[in-house]
Nanobody
Framework: QVQLVESGGRLVQAGGSLRLSCAAS????????MTWFRQAPGKEREFVAR????????YYGDSMKGRFTISRDNAKNTVYLQMNSLKPEDTAVYYC??????????????WGQGTQVTVSS
């Protein structure tokens, strides 16, 4: 059974930092583009960050650039999201997903259940 399990979400004050983890079981993440998304109440799901299988290429949503850093440890089968300078608008449930790149687009094969991040002002 494939599982992606996010952890690390909690209540934090604005300006603070959090490190989220996404641990995979039943799946080897090394061939996958690992991605973080988030969804705030009443809003659509939003792309946060993506990292290529080798870990050398990363991509971020505009509002995350310079504040968030995605990384991966394929040996530990885990992906991380370091979030600094957090703002109240970063409050959301954060999800990780494993994707393949096929025919010009990303295909998301597996999703985690999410971890809640709440940033107080």
């Amino acid at each position: 059974q494939v599982q992606l399990v996010e952890s690390g979400g909690r209540l934090v004050q604005a300006g603070g930092s959090l490190r989220l983890s996404c641990a995979a079981s039943g799946l080897t993440i090394s061939p996958y583009f690992m991605t973080w998304f988030r969804q705030a109440p009443g809003k659509e799901r939003e792309f946060v960050a993506r990292i290529n299988p080798g870990g050398g290429i990363t991509y971020y949503g505009d509002s995350m650039k310079g504040r968030f850093t995605i990384s991966r440890d394929n040996a530990k089968n885990t992906v991380y999201l370091q979030m600094n300078s957090l703002k109240p608008e970063d409050t959301a449930v954060y999800y990780c997903a494993a994707a393949r790149y096929s025919l010009g687009s990303y295909k998301y094969d597996y999703w985690g259940q999410g971890t809640q991040v709440t940033v107080s002002s």
